[in-house]
């Protein structure tokens, strides 16, 4: 493929994942507030966090290497971000246990997978891409199919058993994945940014050459 075609078909791709998350968040949103339910409230807010890092992405793409090496720091910081919200959601679920319906459970599992393996799908011919940004974006919706579809296969049986362990083993596994990206993007940016010669020395799919 050539590089001007990646460049402009990646940057397609990272707006239309972020307008279909986008989308369903406010479907979801929508539902949760009907059937008043603060739990699908919830999780439909925290698609916040791969909207913004979708946005950031498609933003900055194509900008120069400098400034797609340094969105990859906010991205792997967004990341992060998710990690620290699970853990506090965790943290919160240990001291007042989910009372979740399973409705709710399974109406929330399917949302996400949705989102997540729409994403997953969408980016997996830019997975070899050597671009932090690009690699930020991938490990994401892959993190994010992964957590989801074992949540969706495991969730509720975890929910459903009469100890709340595997539950809570599912929770931590989704932040080990959201940590284990953003430690992945930063050191391939940090890598990159120490390699480049001169503000326009990276040229890849970002910025082709004349």
Known sequence: ???????????????????????????????????????????????????????VAAFVFGRGARTERLSAFVIAALLAATGIDGLSDL????????????????TSNLIAVAVACFAAAALVRFRNDQNPLVQATWLNARNDAAAAVLTAVLGLLAHLAPVRWPEYALDLIGVIFSFQAAVTVLRSAWRDLKRMPNPAGWTDTAQPKP
Request: negative net charge.
């Open 1 to 55: 493929m050539p590089r001007t075609t990646a460049r402009f078909g990646y940057k397609r791709t990272v707006w239309a994942i972020a307008a279909s998350i986008l989308l369903l968040a406010l479907v979801e949103a929508a539902w949760a507030h009907a059937i008043g339910s603060k739990d699908l409230l919830k999780d439909a807010s925290g698609f916040g966090y791969d909207i913004a890092l979708n946005v």
């Open 91 to 106: 943290w919160s679920d240990l001291q007042n246990p989910d009372a979740s319906s399973v409705g709710e459970i399974v």
